[in-house]
């Protein structure tokens, strides 16, 4: 009788300790298209294998059936109960399916605009099988991959919610959505911490939080009207006449990109024509630039006057909080006036295409060179460029025209052989140096010093 038992014992022992190899990834777990034909199909195929799996309904991936010693259960197996045989396959589909389908469609592919939302799941859904991603650095591993996704995914439908949609209520319907022109006013609450703040319900935190209802997973928007304003405002110099639906058609268009200025506190839009700030710590007083004060008047009355102007196009704020990002985002045109696209069109920028110099003047040591390979200092424009700008005799003129409508709305100390546009200079320095000077100031001019005077 003994020896029976541990005949039957070491007879199951293989099953009981056998992980999900054969039953997980590969063609036994739901990959896009997320509707009841495909999930059956994959049903049937995971509980007719050899194998003995299982289907989990819910995650809607395959198990092994055997659950002792470290076998594991189905997510969600009390409501869901698991399937061990193919008449039990073609149920409906879940909330989750639903909404993903609905909300992004086709773009959830691979290769697809909307692929980061399936890579963040991949790593925290069980056995979804995590999909390479060749426009990250390869030396990531899946998990900061996945936590990245999530990051990109938030982000890029936080954005688009922060736009509105002309003056109507919040919208949000991702490219490539099945259901073209289903587009249901998105809730949103309103904040009690002022700036026209409001918190965002979106797709991808609706899905989110099916898998991990603990985890945060959250998106606010702020100052949606002021930034209307300027995104208006803030054309000439090459931008685009309408900076609101060209942000929403980058956002769109597909995952964000780590920036090389600084893989871990900036990002860049699939099409690199935005740039993305993390770990923004001023919206006070980016919020006096915008609304204005006392007599500073607003950002975007600047613009409208000199609509060639250096400074940079702030578009958008949001905070986002998920995973191990929590804080605010500011969201620029591109630091280099898109000059990438104009000289290397092709779909990636040739890298090099466009020299970068933090140029200063007796503040810093003229050899000094930089350490981020982005950029140059003082050191390289001296030996690159024989610190030299050449430049056209009407080019030189115009430059301190610019300059000075800048120096003029940041209260930047002029230089002697820079001279005003007109008007009473006095004047507008009093007002103009009510407008808080901080770091916001570089951030504002893209981090990098030009050449005013000839």
Known sequence: MASLLTWRFLTLLPLCLAGDDGCGPGPYALTPPFDKKHSEDVCKTCVSTDEQCRWCPFSQSCAHPYKWFGGRRCMNSKEFKPVEGGN????????????????????????????????CLQNKVERWQMWPDPDLPKEWKEEKISDYSCMSALLREAVVASLGNAGKPNLMLLANASVVGDESPRPVRALAEGW?????????????????????????????????ELRKASQGGGFPADFTNDLRASMQRGP?????????????????????????????????????????????D????????????????????????????????NEAHNLERKVSPAEVPTAGAVNRYDLKGTSRRQTSKSKNPYYGKNGEFT??????????NWQCKKIPEICAARYLFLGEPWHDRVQPLGGDREGQLRWLFRHARSTLVQRLLGGYYYPCDC
């Not at 879940?94 to 605009?113: H, N, P, Q, V």
């Not at 860049?268 to 500073?296: C, S």
Request: with cysteine; net charge negative.
């Open 88 to 119: 039990g396959c073609g149920a409906e589909p879940t909330e989750w399916m639903t909404i993903l389908e609905k909300s992004y469609g086709k773009g959830l592919d691979a290769g697809g605009a909307n692929g980061d939302v399936m890579r």
């Open 196 to 228: 026209e703040s409001t918190v965002q319900e979106t797709s991808f935190c609706s899905v989110y939080k099916q898998f991990l209802p603990k985890a945060d997973c959250q998106a606010k928007t702020y100052g949606e009207h002021d930034f209307m």
């Open 256 to 300: 964000l990109r780590p920036s090389d200025l600084d893989t871990e506190n900036y990002l860049t839009t699939w099409d690199f024509k935005y740039t993305l700030q993390l770990n923004f710590k001023e919206k006070q007083l980016l919020e006096k630039l915008l609304k204005g004060k006392e007599e500073a008047k607003p950002l975007k």
């Open 302 to 333: 600047h613009f409208k006057v000199y609509p060639l102007s250096l400074l940079q196009r702030i578009v958008s704020l949001v905070k986002i909080k998920i995973v191990d990002v929590d804080g605010y985002v500011l969201v620029k045109a």
């Open 383 to 392: 030996e690159e460029q024989q610190y030299d700008l050449p430049l056209r």
